[in-house]
C-alpha cells in the first residue's frame, strides 16, 4: 500500500525538550511538507522541501527544523524554543508536477506540559 | 496575499438535507483549488481538484463547484457518515505551497 506514515501517533514531552517527529513517505513524490493544525484555525505550514537536501521556511518555521536527507523522509525536530508546541501535526507529500494535489498522513499529536 | 475563506464555519443538517458549502478565495492568479475531508483526530483526505471557473467534479453525495471567486461544496441527501470538517486550499499560479482555509464542520444527524 502507498501512503504516508507518521509516527508516533501520540507524544508526550516535557517542557524544554526537543522532540522530533517521523514522516515517511512511499508514493515517490519531490516534495514534502509539515503543517500543524490548532483547534479554531487552518492548517498553517512549518517548513517544506521539493528535493533532497534542501527545505524552505513556511510561515511559521521559528522553533523548528527539518532534515532531508531522502526522499521517502522528512523528520521534524520541534525545539525547546518553540513557545507553544502543543498541537496536532501533520504531514503532506506531492508529486510536484503542475498542479500541488499533497497527500497528508495521519498525524502526530503532540502535547508538551 | 492569498485568501481563503470557508463558510459556514459549522453546519448541522437532518440526513436527506442537502445544503452547500462555501469556499472564498483570493489569490493572484489561480492554478488549482482543492477540497479536503478531515475527520476528527485523523489527517485530511483529499477530494478533488479544481482547475478553471466552470468546472465541476462529483464524488458519490459531493459535488463542487469553481467560478472566479469561490468555489461550492454541494451535499446531495447527506448521510450520518459525511459528518467532518471539509477544508479547501488554494495553490497560486507559480507557487508550490498551499493556502488553507479554517474548514467548516459538517453534522449530519440521522
Known amino acids: 500500500d502507498g501512503g504516508i506514515t507518521q509516527s508516533p501517533k501520540y507524544l508526550f514531552r516535557k517542557e524544554g525538550q526537543n522532540v522530533t517527529l517521523s514522516c515517511e513517505q512511499n508514493?515517490?513524490?519531490?516534495?514534502m511538507y509539515w503543517y500543524r493544525q490548532d483547534p479554531g484555525q487552518g492548517l498553517r505550514l512549518i517548513y517544506y522541501?521539493?528535493?533532497?537536501?534542501?527545505?524552505q521556511k513556511g510561515d511559521i518555521a521559528e522553533g523548528y527544523s527539518v532534515s532531508r536527507e531522502k526522499k521517502e523522509s522528512f523528520p521534524l525536530t520541534v525545539t525547546s524554543a518553540q513557545k507553544n508546541p502543543t498541537a496536532f501535526y501533520l504531514c503532506?507529500?506531492?508529486?510536484?508536477?503542475?498542479?500541488?494535489?499533497?497527500?497528508f498522513g495521519p498525524g502526530t499529536r503532540l502535547t508538551v506540559t | 496575499e492569498d485568501q481563503v475563506t470557508q463558510s459556514p464555519e459549522a453546519l448541522r443538517l437532518q440526513e436527506g438535507e442537502s445544503s452547500s458549502l462555501n469556499c472564498s478565495y483570493t489569490v493572484s492568479g489561480l492554478r488549482g483549488l482543492f477540497w479536503y475531508r478531515q475527520d476528527p483526530g485523523k489527517g485530511p483526505e483529499f477530494l478533488f481538484t479544481l482547475y478553471s471557473a466552470g468546472e465541476e467534479k462529483e464524488k458519490e453525495r459531493l459535488k463542487a463547484t469553481l467560478t472566479k471567486k469561490e468555489s461550492f461544496l454541494h451535499i446531495t441527501a447527506p448521510k450520518p457518515e459525511d459528518s467532518a470538517t471539509y477544508l479547501c486550499a488554494v495553490q497560486a499560479a507559480g507557487y508550490s505551497t498551499l493556502t488553507f482555509g479554517k474548514g467548516t464542520m459538517l453534522l449530519v444527524s440521522p
Open positions: 503532506a507529500s506531492s508529486a510536484l508536477a503542475g498542479v500541488n494535489e499533497q497527500y
Open positions: 522541501s521539493q528535493i533532497v537536501n534542501d527545505f
Open positions: 508514493l515517490n513524490h519531490d516534495a
